[in-house]
């Protein structure tokens, strides 16, 4: 009983392993996927976190309470049309 225990123990210890090695071995890495990327959709994703960590910092600045505050909003094209009017300072 356990030698049929240890055996399927190392069977799927194996298994595991040389999936795990084939995954690290067949994906990209990060920097390869990052060069692959059009920069324009970087500079896009890069303005679009900036203006949502700008309306957080505002947010947090602001004196009314969060849930009264409006979030930005995005239209088709993944551009913010900014609320600056939704954040008393």
């Known amino acids: 009983m ?4 240890i055996k399927s123990l190392a069977l799927v210890g194996g298994i595991t392993g040389v999936g795990w090695a084939l995954m690290t071995y067949v994906s990209p890495k990060s920097e390869e996927v990052k060069k692959k990327l059009p920069e324009d959709e970087v500079r896009k994703a ?8 700008q309306h957080l910092q505002e947010v947090a ?3 009314e309470p969060f849930w009264k505050i409006k979030p930005p909003q995005f239209d088709n094209t993944d551009n913010i049309k900014t609320n600056s009017s939704s954040v008393t300072k």
Do not use: H, Y
């Not at 356990?2 to 225990?5: D, E, K, V, Y």
């Not at 890069?46 to 960590?53: C, G, T």
């Open 2 to 5: 356990a030698r049929q225990a």
């Open 46 to 53: 890069k303005d679009r976190n900036e203006m949502i960590f």
């Open 61 to 63: 600045r602001s004196k």
